[in-house]
């Protein structure tokens, strides 16, 4: 049984209008080695959110204040790398629109990140400091989807205006 019809209907959801554009899969070396470079820094993006998960749970067996901001971050980081991935299998398999969704959440997730960090008093130092790591990742991520040769290899679907590809 073949999984590629459900995940179709995902990928119309996340994919928007260009949910049916695919490219042929890049054959070119930098691009292939970006995906493998944009892989680990997800794994490492996934390990963080375990580790954040990790200290809370241990920190509330001890007796410490573990407050319900800190678990939603902890669940959002878990979902959003989770989702990434997602993007980032469908990106290697040519899905223009899932490139697409990994540029824009590599972008706006870090700003997200930081801002949250900013707020006095909404996290301890340790959330901080992981808000900042993931942050720093998902930058790294995002300039590697920023270069050239990835932008090539997943040209615009014509017809469209500049700015709508959604």
Known sequence: MSLEP??????????????DHRVE???????????TVIAWL????????IATVVTGVVLLAVGAEVTIAVWMRCLVVLGISTTLFYF????????????????????IFPVIALVLAAIPGLYPLWVITEQIVFALILIGVSDYLQTDYMR???????????GTDA
């Open 6 to 19: 459900m995940l179709r209907r995902l990928d119309r959801i996340a994919g928007g209008r260009a949910a």
């Open 25 to 35: 899969p890049s054959t070119d070396p930098q691009v292939r080695r970006a995906f």
């Open 42 to 49: 997800l794994v490492v993006c996934f390990l963080l959110g």
């Open 88 to 107: 980032l299998w469908r990106a290697r398999a040519g899905w223009y629109w899932a490139y697409r969704r990994l540029q824009l959440f590599s972008r």
């Open 152 to 162: 090539a290899a997943f040209p615009k679907p014509a017809g469209r205006e500049p």
